[in-house]
Every structure is written in C-alpha cells, then in structure tokens.
C-alpha cells in the first residue's frame, strides 16, 4: 500500500491513501491568497487498525500541511524581493513544476521577467498568446508540406 496524488488542471486534486481518500479544490482570491476547499471520505470502519492509520495519515498531513503553509509564506515573502527568481525548490515535485508550466502556457506574460504595468497586462497577454498560436500553426503547416 502506498500513497498516491493526482491532479486535475487547473485546480483540484485528490489524494489516495490506504485508509481514505481526499478531494482538494484550489480558488483563487487574488494575485496572494488561495482558497482550498477540502474534504475527506472513508468508508466506516472501527477495527483498531484503521483507527491507527487514520491517526496516523492525519498526524503526517498535519505535519506536512503546516511545512507548506510556512515554505509558502516564505517564497511570497521572497517574491516581493528583487533576490527572487522563479524555478521549482525540488525536482520531486512533479506536479507543481507541471502547474507552473500550464500556468505559464495559458498566461504568458507570466514568464515575463519584468511585471508589466497593470493596465498593460491583458494586452500583453493577448499579443503573446497570438504569437504563439501563429507559431503552433506555422509547425503544423510545415509538417503538411
């Protein structure tokens, strides 16, 4: 038996454990705050065991869920700096560095180093989404011909 986590792009995930099984959903407020709505489900079962394990998977998760928070904090506050740069904090995080990179495909001007003025974020965004629709299609036309 083994852990297992599986997300859904853009923003839910669940997690398979041995004893129960939890639904994650990810909502954001704005450019600072995410809401997570969370919620487990178990089928009934009152063996020893399973009171063990379930303490357990709760007892880590805990544990794991309080290092995030505080690694999240963190890197917020590192954002505000000009020593901040962008990348993954581990190879073995997988689905993260999957995220970050659907993000920055479906919003561009993501991977700009520079923040752009706000009132020029959308178009910004448009242009290079455009330019990378042309570049996609261009591929495609190459390979008909």
Same mark, same amino acid.
């Given at each position: 038996?083994?852990? =297992?986590?599986?997300?859904?792009?853009?923003?839910?995930?669940?997690?398979?454990?041995?004893?129960?099984?939890?639904?994650?959903?990810?909502?954001?407020?704005?450019? &600072?705050?995410?809401?997570?709505? /969370?919620?487990?489900?178990?089928?009934? !079962?009152? &063996?020893?065991?399973?009171?063990?394990?379930?303490?357990?998977?709760?007892?880590?998760?805990? /544990?794991?869920?309080?290092?995030?928070?505080?690694?999240?904090?963190?890197?917020? #506050?590192?954002? #505000?700096?000009?020593?901040? =740069? =962008?990348?993954?904090?581990?190879?073995?995080?997988?689905?993260?560095?999957?995220?970050?990179?659907?993000?920055?495909?479906?919003?561009?001007? =993501? &991977?700009? /180093?520079v923040?752009?003025?706000s009132?020029?974020i959308?178009?910004?965004? #448009?242009e290079?989404?455009?330019?990378?629709?042309?570049?996609?299609?261009?591929?495609? !036309?190459?390979k008909?011909?």
């Amino acid at each position: 038996m083994h852990w =297992s986590y599986y997300r859904l792009w853009p923003n839910l995930a669940f997690d398979i454990y041995p004893d129960q099984m939890d639904f994650m959903q990810f909502i954001p407020i704005n450019y &600072r705050k995410t809401l997570i709505r /969370e919620i487990p489900y178990a089928l009934p !079962d009152e &063996r020893r065991e399973m009171k063990a394990a379930r303490y357990l998977n709760w007892r880590i998760n805990r /544990e794991v869920n309080a290092e995030d928070t505080e690694l999240i904090n963190f890197v917020q #506050e590192g954002m #505000e700096t000009s020593a901040y =740069s =962008s990348g993954p904090l581990a190879e073995s995080e997988i689905c993260l560095i999957d995220s970050a990179e659907k993000i920055r495909n479906s919003i561009p001007v =993501s &991977r700009l /180093e520079v923040e752009p003025d706000s009132d020029e974020i959308v178009k910004i965004n #448009e242009e290079l989404l455009e330019n990378k629709d042309k570049k996609v299609k261009n591929i495609f !036309d190459k390979k008909k011909t």
